[in-house]
């Protein structure tokens, strides 16, 4: 599950720095949770939350992230920002989704702004 994980990551920082996004942070960690991908778009910083399945079983990976989570996610971007002592523009949670069956390529899903 976390080599899944790590892998669907990979991916979607990929995906992410060819839209022009740059990295900033990755599995940023405090008491309160985590922080899949911290980036910059422009002068937006974005927190993103990326899942990644085998299959869709269990519904579509973007169908994991909850209200919960998302409002879990502007918590966790107000504590990285106030650790990084920075003062962005713009604050923007993302989620991307990554299907990698088990035979052929992995689809991507990238949902921007989504709290």
Known sequence: KNALGSFGE??????????????????????SGEI??????????????????????YG???EAVTEAKVNRLRRLAVAWIRERGIHPRDIRIDVVGVLQPRQGAAQIEHVAGVG
């Open 10 to 31: 990979s991916l979607a920082a990929r995906h992410l720095t060819q839209q022009g996004m740059v990295v900033l942070d990755r599995n940023w960690r405090c008491a």
């Open 60 to 62: 579509d990976p973007l």
């Open 36 to 57: 899949d991908l911290v980036l910059r778009d422009d002068d937006v910083l974005v927190v993103c939350e990326v899942k990644t399945r085998t299959s869709t079983d």
